[in-house]
């Protein structure tokens, strides 16, 4: 009904889902944290000065926006986003969480299927002061958040979703 991607997109997060890494360095196989026959959490390709490594969870099935998203699916969504808040509490010791959605241009979605963004918050991190300060990394900076998260949901850890 809410439709903004063009007519030949190429989703970059069907493409992760399917086992490929987008052609641009934002998300990368390397990446993952956990897959569930629902859905898939990975770390996010942007980082601030004071919150490092969000996590990501994104439907497996290609859903635009939150117009589009059924609850038999946003069930999966926000248990995993539950469970990557909780391994970033344990993990990284964060003193609390941000979760974080967008929807459409005047919403500020710049990619075209849903995703929820997990952050992990610190006492005094200035996350919204320093939003201007935000940056791309590339998979290396990133792999070894993934690797602490994926281990804390080693075989018989892992999400069930």
Not at 1 to 20: N, S
Not at 38 to 64: D, K, L, M, Q, S
Not at 94 to 108: K, L, M, R, V
Request: aromatic fraction near 10%; hydrophobic fraction near 35%.
């Amino acid at each position: 009904m809410y439709h903004h991607a063009p007519a030949d997109y190429l989703c970059p997060l069907c493409i992760l889902v399917a086992g490929g890494d987008n052609p641009a360095p934002h998300c990368a196989q390397s990446d993952l944290v956990f897959r569930t026959k629902h859905v898939t959490a990975f770390i996010g390709a942007r980082f601030w000065p004071n919150n490092r490594a969000p996590v990501i969870v994104v439907p497996n099935e290609h859903v635009e926006n939150i117009y589009d998203l059924v609850p038999e699916l946003a069930v999966h969504v926000h248990e995993a986003a539950r469970q990557a808040a909780l391994a970033l509490k344990q993990v990284y010791r964060c003193d609390g969480i941000t979760t974080w959605q967008h929807n459409e241009p005047a919403g500020s979605q710049s990619v075209w299927h849903y995703h929820l963004h997990v952050l992990p918050r610190y006492e005094a991190d200035g996350l919204y002061e320093l939003s201007q300060q935000q940056r791309y990394t590339d998979p290396e900076e990133r792999k070894p958040y993934a690797e602490r998260l994926r281990a804390h949901f080693a075989p018989g850890e892992r999400a069930a979703s």
